[in-house]
């Protein structure tokens, strides 16, 4: 054997090695359930939550400022009614709550929140629109889940994530960024908040702008 | 999608983990097995032999590498398994501003506490959090489940109840708190921290706990519990607190 090909031989038997090694991390990485996720998930849901992983944080690009009139939409509802931004100017303050996907872990355990605060909502004169790019049938199935909401619950789905678009909120996966608007009822934007996709809001961050509502 | 959905068992954390320790195990303990004896065979065998040339050893060296390598793995998965049965709850709860929970609790003084500390022959923990709408449903129960273990005489043994929020802010457990009228202590983790280390369970769950023959908490219970038959449920917390069984 020439000593090239033995150094190649040698060579390629390092890099297998070294390939093995990696593996066998991987494999007691796993054994040892580090790759496990962190999320609290209620029993509520039962076996029907999908986890998604981690995802990037935000994959999207607002397009509507703080001051900016609200884009208007229109837009079906899981109740059957066509709701409208503009039905609301003058009327009542309203809050856009968009959550990326039903049957996920972080989402699924953010509207039920929202649904046993309402007195905070009313003392602030604010209506609750929860808007996901899922479909009809999909947003009835996962929202009965969660008990009777007192708030609309909106699908952007057809045509795909429009409303969303319109905002800036939507991620390049056709899903929706986790964020909340504030308009105020001259339909005026006087809040606005894309988080972690990952990470549910806190509520107090929600009362903290109510609180500063004209 | 960054990443592939994948479906999420009933226990997700568990149900991962046995995904890997239930289903696939032998799968991934023999392609271990492989690999490392191949990995021996290509790496530490040719400098073995230069060192153990012609002795006793070297013959045996495939099967002293076997042996080895079967003991390794082994307790590896033994270990894990025992991690997954004992959550670790070696974690601290920031003392609570009440003097009535502080008194319940048995607190002297200080910011943060551990489960140790609190002053009770046995602990019960309800991991809950004001999105689940189970613990919304359920919380009127969980009061009287509170109000009969208060109206347990008290010759029985000191029996202390409290609630950890996992993923709740402070604002949201003390809005959870009125909103329910709850008189048990209610502490915040945030960060899924406590939640993380007691085997990340869905909500609600409750954690039976009480002290040994050494003085230690040990966990007698982990489970859903059964929080529409309150009456019900503490007698199973008793009964399985002497015989966990």
């Known amino acids: 054997m020439s000593p090239g090909l033995r150094w190649g031989l040698k060579k390629l038997e390092y890099k297998t090695a070294m390939f093995k090694i990696y593996r066998i991390l991987l494999c007691l990485l796993l054994l040892t359930g580090l790759t496990a996720t962190a999320m609290a998930g209620s029993r509520g849901f039962g076996n029907r939550i999908f986890d998604p992983g981690k995802l990037l944080p935000v994959d999207s690009h607002l397009t509507v400022q703080v001051g900016d009139m609200a884009p208007d939409f229109e837009l079906p509802a899981i109740s059957g009614k066509s709701i409208s931004l503009k039905a609301f100017r003058g009327k009542k303050n309203v809050m856009l ?6 049957w996920t872990p972080v989402c699924s355990d953010q509207w039920p929140g929202y649904n046993i605060t309402q007195e ?8 609750v629109l929860g808007i996901s790019v899922d479909n009809i049938p999909t947003l009835f199935a996962w929202t009965g889940e969660m008990g009777e909401l007192w708030f609309d ?62 | 999608m960054p990443r592939p959905w994948r479906m999420v068992p009933e226990n997700y954390r568990s149900g991962i983990r046995s995904g890997v320790s239930k289903t696939k195990p032998l799968r991934i303990f023999f392609l271990q097995f492989m690999d490392l004896i191949k990995l021996a065979d290509i790496v530490i065998k040719p400098k073995f032999s230069s060192i ?42 920031s003392a609570p501003e009440s003097d009535v929970h502080r008194q319940y609790l048995g607190l002297l ?6 489960l140790e500390q609190i002053k009770a022959d046995i ?44 993923g709740n802010s402070a604002f949201e457990i003390e809005f959870f708190r009125k909103k329910y009228a709850i008189e048990f202590p209610l502490f915040s983790d945030s960060d899924f921290v406590i939640h993380k280390k007691i085997g990340e ?3 609600p769950h409750f954690l039976g706990l009480k002290r040994n023959d050494k003085g230690n908490l040990e966990k007698f219970y982990s489970g859903p519990g059964d929080a529409p038959h309150p009456q019900a449920f503490l007698e199973t917390l008793l009964k399985r607190s002497k015989d966990p069984s």
């Open chain 2, 123 to 166: 602990v019960i923990i309800e991991i809950f959090s004001m999105y689940c709408p189970i613990c919304q449903r359920e919380a009127a129960n969980i009061n009287t489940l509170f109000s009969l273990i208060q109206g347990l005489p008290s010759q029985d043994k000191t029996i202390r109840f409290l609630g950890i929020g996992a």
């Open chain 1, 97 to 102: 709550s968009f959550i990326p996907a039903a």
């Open chain 1, 153 to 214: 619950v909106l699908s952007d789905f057809w045509p795909h994530g429009d409303v969303s678009r319109r905002y800036g909120v939507l991620r390049s996966d056709g899903m929706a960024d986790r964020a909340l608007f504030l308009i105020d009822k001259t339909g005026r934007l006087q809040f606005a908040h894309v988080g972690d996709i990952n990470v549910r809001p806190d509520l107090q961050i929600i009362v903290h702008e109510l609180e500063k509502l004209p």
């Open chain 1, 120 to 127: 905070i909502f009313k003392k602030h004169d604010t209506i």
């Open chain 2, 52 to 93: 153990c040339k012609g002795k006793f050893t070297m013959r045996y060296f495939n099967l002293i590498c076997l042996s080895l390598l079967f003991l390794t793995l082994c307790c590896g998965q033994a270990l894990g398994q025992v991690s997954e049965a004992e959550p670790a709850l070696d974690f601290s709860l």
């Open chain 2, 201 to 203: 369970v869905r909500t």
């Open chain 2, 109 to 114: 003084s200080g910011d943060s506490f551990s």
